[in-house]
């Protein structure tokens, strides 16, 4: 069964940093383009970050370039998103997605693109 289990979401003050990790069961993270995408309350889900596998190309929303940098550990089948500087804005409940092809393909955070997702993981940005 094809699975993405996010972890590492949790209660931050301003400023802080965080990493979540997207690992998978089933298939091979490696062989994907992999988003990071995060849900407001009452809100669609938007794009964070998307790393392609074969051309080498990531992604980062405006509002987070700067901040958050994503990772690929293909050796444990896990991707990261190292979230620095965190601000409140940030809280969200943050899911990572697996497309059907290598590469991230524009538009890039059209969610229809991503066919497996995992559960999400709340962040919290709060003093």
């Known amino acids: 069964q094809l699975q993405l289990v996010e972890f590492g979401g949790d209660l931050v003050q301003p400023g802080g940093s965080l990493r979540l990790s997207c690992a998978a069961s089933?298939?091979?993270?490696?062989?994907?383009?992999i988003g990071w995408f995060r849900q407001f309350p009452g809100k669609e889900r938007e794009g964070v970050s998307c790393?392609?596998?074969?051309?080498?190309?990531?992604y980062y929303a405006d509002s987070v370039k700067g901040r958050f940098t994503v990772s690929r550990d293909n050796a444990n089948n896990v991707v990261y998103l190292q979230m620095n500087s965190l601000k409140s804005e940030d809280t969200a409940v943050y899911y990572c997605a697996a497309s059907n092809l290598p590469d991230c393909t524009h538009p890039v955070w059209r969610t229809q693109g991503y066919s497996h997702w995992g559960q999400g993981t709340q962040v919290t940005v709060s003093s």
């Open positions: 089933g298939f091979t993270l490696n062989y994907y383009a």
């Open positions: 790393i392609s596998s074969r051309d080498g190309n990531i």
